[in-house]
């Protein structure tokens, strides 16, 4: 649907305090890394790749990435692999007729001050709050081809299947993606840019915030198999 992008330009800075076995240093599981930034040994926060060690385990974990690119599958992977509680945003967003949820915010709220969780960094009301409280966000910066092939196959699957989905909610026609500018499958398209826009927001506003970026499949399930599960143990 499109010509392959040239990823967003963000300069991949690389920490060097390591210890002697290589690792870097180490936090205890409910720690949060801000609090260890705000230390005297505090350095600027960096964007990661997949094959980068994570200073320490993450409790908190924010999936940025534009509708489509994959956010709930690689949230569910994180929390299996980690073994914290995965809170899928939608469900707490989208009431029956997909109508907004009176809750929403006063949930998010509640869910974000656990001690541990992974959710999808989504709707503009809480983003904010959801990166102040992570210590790691894992950005999913996928080329927007790649992100249309995911939207629309999933969008067409969904609407064939019926699949139902939060709070009894299924797809809309799928001729409505000729009317409705936020259907998703356009809104996918059209907002494809905004992510990237965030991330370098977020790593000014929170500088000691570590980034993961991870701009392919191929990426996305290396970071999964060796890099999430391979940060180091404490001692």
Same mark, same amino acid.
């Given at each position: 649907? !499109?010509?392959?992008?040239?990823?967003?330009?963000?300069?991949?800075? &690389?920490?060097?305090?390591?210890? @002697?076995?290589?690792?870097?240093?180490?936090?205890?599981?409910?720690?949060?890394?801000?609090?260890?930034?705000?230390?005297? *040994?505090?350095?600027?926060?960096?964007?990661?790749?997949?094959?980068?060690?994570?200073? @320490?385990?993450?409790?908190?974990?924010?999936?940025?990435?534009?509708?489509?690119? @994959?956010?709930?599958?690689?949230?569910?992977?994180?929390?299996?692999?980690?073994?914290?509680?995965?809170?899928?945003?939608?469900?707490?967003?989208? !009431?029956?007729?997909?109508?907004?949820?009176?809750?929403? +915010?006063?949930?998010?709220?509640?869910?974000?001050?656990?001690?541990?969780?992974?959710?999808?960094? /989504?709707? !503009?009301?809480?983003?904010? /709050?959801? *990166?102040? $409280?992570?210590?790691?966000?894992?950005?999913?910066?996928?080329?927007? =081809?790649?992100?249309?092939? /995911?939207?629309?196959?999933?969008?067409?699957?969904? #609407?064939? #299947? &019926?699949?139902?989905?939060?709070?009894?909610?299924?797809?809309?026609?799928?001729? $409505?993606?000729?009317?409705?500018?936020?259907?998703?499958? =356009?809104?996918?398209?059209?907002?494809?840019?905004?992510?990237?826009?965030?991330?370098? +927001?977020?790593?000014?506003?929170?500088?000691?915030?570590?980034?993961?970026?991870? &701009?392919?499949? *191929?990426?996305?399930?290396?970071?999964?198999?060796?890099?999430?599960? @391979?940060?180091?143990? =404490? &001692?």
């Amino acid at each position: 649907m !499109g010509s392959e992008e040239t990823p967003h330009p963000i300069p991949t800075t &690389r920490r060097m305090l390591v210890h @002697g076995d290589g690792c870097r240093p180490r936090l205890p599981i409910t720690a949060s890394l801000r609090e260890h930034a705000a230390s005297p *040994a505090k350095v600027a926060g960096v964007i990661l790749g997949p094959g980068d060690t994570l200073r @320490g385990r993450p409790a908190r974990i924010i999936v940025a990435g534009t509708s489509g690119a @994959g956010k709930t599958t690689l949230s569910a992977a994180i929390s299996r692999t980690l073994g914290i509680e995965h809170v899928e945003i939608d469900a707490l967003y989208h !009431g029956p007729d997909w109508t907004r949820r009176e809750s929403f +915010e006063a949930d998010v709220a509640e869910f974000s001050s656990r001690a541990e969780w992974v959710t999808e960094w /989504q709707y !503009g009301v809480v983003r904010d /709050q959801l *990166a102040d $409280r992570a210590d790691l966000v894992v950005w999913l910066d996928l080329p927007r =081809r790649s992100v249309m092939r /995911q939207v629309v196959t999933r969008t067409v699957r969904r #609407r064939f #299947r &019926r699949e139902v989905l939060w709070n009894d909610n299924i797809e809309p026609p799928l001729h $409505r993606i000729l009317f409705e500018a936020d259907h998703i499958v =356009r809104w996918a398209w059209t907002t494809h840019h905004k992510t990237s826009t965030r991330i370098d +927001e977020l790593s000014e506003r929170l500088p000691h915030l570590d980034i993961v970026r991870l &701009r392919s499949r *191929a990426e996305i399930d290396k970071w999964v198999a060796f890099s999430l599960p @391979g940060w180091c143990p =404490r &001692r």
